[in-house]
C-alpha cells in the first residue's frame, strides 16, 4: 500500500531517509512545473526543485502536521523561486526567455497571425505566452502562477507571499491585465 | 446599467469573491460584459499552453540522488536529536580532518624535516593536503556565499526571520578561523585576505538577532555589499575550486 504524506513525514522526522525520499519522488515533477513556471528557466527549475527539498528536510520539525505537506512544499518552493529571481536580478543576470538574446515573443508576432491550431502545433502561443509572462513583476508573476496554474486561493497565495490578501489579489489583477494586453491581439485574430 | 469591473470578471473567473450569482445574473442580461468575459477567458485559456519542459522519465531518482548526501545519514533518536546539526555535523567532520592534517603535517615537519625521503613520497602527503584543504575551504566560501546571498536578496521593507543564517553562520565562523589560519600558514594571503573579510560579517549574523526589523535588515544588506564582501566570497571560491581541480592531477603546490 502508497505510503501516505503524513506517514511518510513522521517516518523521516524520526530519521527515516526512505521515506524522505518517497516524498521527493512523489513531489519533485510538479515541483519543477511550478518552479519553471516562476522562474521560466529549466536550470533554475532544478535548482529551485533541489533547494526546496533541502529546505523542507531542515524544517521538517516546524512542519505543522495538520497541515498537507505539498501545500507546504509548495510555499517553500515559491519563496525559493522568488530568491533566484531576485539574485538573478541583482546580478543582472535575468533570462528574458528560454534563449538568450532571442527577440521578444510578443514584438516578433507576425501581423497576420495563423490559425490557432497551426500555432499550437509550432509552439507560437507557447512562446508568446512565455514572452508574456517575463513581462510581468516578480510579485505578480508569482501571484498569478500559484492563482492560475495551481490553483491556490488568494488567502492561500498571501500566506505563501507574506503580504495581505489584498496586495495578492492586486498583483494577480494587474498580471491580468498585462497578459490581456499582451495577448488578446493573439486571440482575437484567432476567433 | 453599471458594467462589471475587470476585477470582478477575474474573481468570478477563478471562483473567488461573494458576488458570484450576482456577477452571473449580470453577465446573462449584458451583452457588453459577456463579451469582455469571453475573451478574458480566451486570454487566460492560451495562457494554459504555456508549455513546461517534460523531464526524463527518472527525474525523480535524479532529484533524490543529488539529494541523498545531505539527507537522513543517521538514524531514529540520533537523528531526532541532531536534527538541526545535520548539515553542520559533515562540515565539521571536514574541519576536524584539516585541523588533523594541519597538526600532522606540523609534527611530521618538527620530527622528520632532517630525514632524507625520496621526492615520490615527500610529494604524496602534500598533494592530498592541499585537494582536502581546497575542497573543505570552495565548500566553506560556497556555503558562506548562500548565507550572505539570502540576507543580501531578503524582500527590503519587510522584518526577516533568519534565525535559521544565524544558526549557519555561527558553524561558519569556527570553520573560517580554523581555514584562515591554514591559509595564512600555508602563504596563502589572497585566501587569508577574504576569509578575514568574511570574519566579522559572519560574526555579526551569527551573534544578531533571530529577527531582524526593517532597518536592520537594510543595515545588513549595506554592510554586505558596502564591503563587497559576497564578490570576493565569490570570487575567491571560484578560484579555489579551480585550483582543487587543477591539484587533483598535479603534485606540489605547496600554497593552500
Known amino acids: 500500500m502508497e505510503m501516505s504524506d503524513s506517514v511518510a513525514v513522521a517516518q523521516a522526522r524520526a530519521g527515516d531517509s526512505g521515506a524522505f525520499r518517497v516524498l521527493v519522488e512523489r513531489h519533485s515533477r510538479n515541483l519543477f512545473r511550478l518552479a519553471y513556471r516562476m522562474t521560466g528557466h529549466q536550470e533554475d527549475a532544478d535548482d529551485v526543485v533541489q533547494e526546496t527539498f533541502l529546505r523542507a528536510y531542515r524544517q521538517l520539525e516546524k512542519f505543522d502536521e495538520r497541515a498537507s505537506f505539498g501545500t507546504w512544499l509548495y510555499r517553500i518552493a515559491a519563496n525559493c523561486s522568488l530568491d533566484l529571481i531576485r539574485a538573478r536580478k541583482r546580478r543582472g543576470e535575468r533570462q528574458e526567455g528560454a534563449e538568450e538574446g532571442a527577440p521578444d515573443p510578443i514584438q516578433s508576432l507576425p501581423d497576420a497571425a495563423p490559425p490557432p491550431d497551426r500555432l499550437a502545433m509550432s509552439g507560437e502561443v507557447g512562446r508568446k505566452v512565455a514572452g508574456a509572462l517575463n513581462e510581468l513583476s516578480d510579485m505578480e508573476r508569482t501571484a498569478f502562477v500559484l492563482r492560475h496554474y495551481e490553483g491556490m486561493c488568494i488567502e492561500e497565495i498571501g500566506r505563501t507571499l507574506g503580504v495581505q490578501p489584498n496586495s495578492a489579489k492586486h498583483s494577480i489583477f494587474r498580471a491580468v491585465q498585462k497578459l490581456r494586453r499582451a495577448l488578446e491581439p493573439l486571440v482575437s485574430s484567432a476567433s | ?256
Open chain 2, 1 to 256: 446599467m453599471n458594467h462589471l469591473t475587470e476585477e470582478e470578471l477575474v474573481l468570478y473567473y477563478y471562483g473567488e469573491g461573494d458576488g458570484a450569482a450576482a456577477v452571473r445574473e449580470h453577465l446573462d442580461a449584458c451583452e457588453t460584459c459577456r463579451a469582455g468575459y469571453a475573451c478574458l477567458q480566451r486570454v487566460l485559456n492560451v495562457v494554459d499552453s504555456a508549455p513546461v519542459p517534460e523531464r526524463p522519465a527518472h527525474y525523480e531518482a535524479q532529484v533524490w540522488r543529488r539529494l541523498r548526501p545531505s539527507v537522513g545519514r543517521q538514524g531514529g533518536a540520533w537523528a531526532r536529536l541532531s536534527w538541526p546539526l545535520l548539515w553542520p555535523a559533515r562540515h565539521w567532520a571536514m574541519a576536524a580532518a584539516v585541523a588533523a592534517l594541519v597538526a600532522g603535517a606540523f609534527w611530521t615537519g618538527r620530527y622528520y624535516s632532517n630525514a632524507p625521503r625520496s621526492p615520490q613520497l615527500a610529494s604524496a602527503p602534500g598533494q592530498v593536503r592541499e585537494r582536502i584543504l581546497l575542497v573543505a575551504v570552495g565548500d566553506h566560501l560556497e556555503r558562506s556565499q548562500m548565507v550572505l546571498l539570502e540576507l543580501v536578496n531578503a524582500r527590503p521593507g519587510e522584518p526577516l526571520d533568519v534565525a535559521s543564517e544565524r544558526e549557519r553562520a555561527g558553524d561558519l565562523v569556527a570553520e573560517n578561523r580554523l581555514y584562515r589560519q591554514t591559509a595564512a600558514r600555508t602563504g596563502d594571503a589572497r585566501v587569508a585576505s577574504v576569509l578575514d573579510d568574511l570574519e566579522p560579517v559572519l560574526l555579526e549574523i551569527a551573534h544578531g538577532p533571530g529577527r531582524l526589523n526593517p532597518e536592520e535588515v537594510e543595515k545588513l544588506r549595506r554592510r554586505i555589499e558596502g564591503d563587497g564582501i559576497l564578490f570576493k566570497v565569490r570570487v575567491a571560491g571560484s578560484t579555489v575550486r579551480h585550483r582543487e581541480e587543477q591539484a587533483a592531477p598535479n603534485a606540489g603546490r605547496k600554497s593552500l
